[in-house]
């Protein structure tokens, strides 16, 4: 009979860095996570068109609509997380409420990835002449 040791069952906690000189090592771990709930805003669709929607000026959640083709419901759902986030700010103008990014950065790192991305795509292809489009502003 072969005997096998056991395994101890592997860690689902993602590494952390090296510390640097005078950090401890789980000094920077709520710095990471809060880095990656910032980027995870960053890795659906829907919120990446609201985004482009409005980057350049504030809109009512039916112009947002309109711009990005989903459901009201939809729209309003990631809004409220982008609004919870930080990343967009809201204001009442009648019997309307009209968003803005509020975080400029977020606008510019969704720019920069485009930019990157596009490069990649094609020069003939539809896609990138929307993403330049896009990172222009």
């Known amino acids: 009979m072969i005997m096998v040791a056991a395994r101890k069952p592997l860690s ?19 710095v ?24 350049q000026d504030e809109l009512a959640v ?3 609509v309109r711009s ?8 309003s759902r990631h809004l409220s997380l982008l609004h919870a986030a930080g990343v967009v700010s809201r204001r009442r103008d009648g019997a309307s ?6 975080d400029p950065m977020f606008v510019e790192i969704c720019r920069t990835v485009c930019v990157r991305i596009a490069g990649r795509i094609d020069a003939q292809a539809p896609l ?10």
């Open 12 to 30: 689902r906690t993602p590494p952390v860095a090296a510390p640097r000189d005078g950090d401890a090592p789980d000094e920077m771990a709520p």
């Open 32 to 55: 990471f996570d809060a880095v990656a709930r910032y980027f995870a805003l960053l890795a659906e669709p829907t919120r990446l068109a609201i985004l482009h929607a409005i980057c």
């Open 62 to 64: 039916g112009d947002i």
């Open 68 to 75: 990005t083709g989903a459901t009201q419901s939809n729209v």
């Open 97 to 102: 409420i009209r968003y803005r990014v509020a």
């Open 128 to 137: 990138k002449a929307e993403l330049m489009e896009f990172a222009r502003g």
